[in-house]
């Protein structure tokens, strides 16, 4: 499974909310909420306009974490 946490982390750390991702139109709202939850992904142009916006690489937004069984 991928994990967001990271930028979840990055993004409050740059003064981005839930609300102020959506309004500035970075990630939809429903897309937003579904990397917290675990059940969406996003695409390599979202991680290139989060990338450019962060100033960082794709690792530092993302990370891998095996599934449990």
């Given at each position: 499974?991928?994990?967001?946490?990271?930028?979840?982390?990055?993004?409050s750390?740059?003064?981005?909310?839930?609300?102020?991702?959506?309004?500035?139109?970075?990630?939809?709202?429903?897309?937003?909420y579904?990397?917290?939850?675990?059940?969406?992904?996003?695409?390599?142009?979202?991680?290139?306009?989060?990338?450019?916006?962060?100033?960082?690489?794709?690792?530092?937004?993302?990370?891998?974490?095996?599934?449990?069984?």
């Open positions: 499974m991928i994990k967001y946490d990271k930028m979840f982390e990055l993004l750390e740059n003064g981005y909310t839930a609300s102020r991702v959506k309004q500035e139109n970075i990630i939809s709202q429903g897309t937003y579904g990397l917290k939850n675990g059940t969406a992904g996003i695409d390599a142009r979202t991680i290139n306009k989060l990338c450019a916006l962060l100033n960082c690489q794709p690792g530092d937004l993302m990370e891998y974490v095996p599934d449990e069984e």
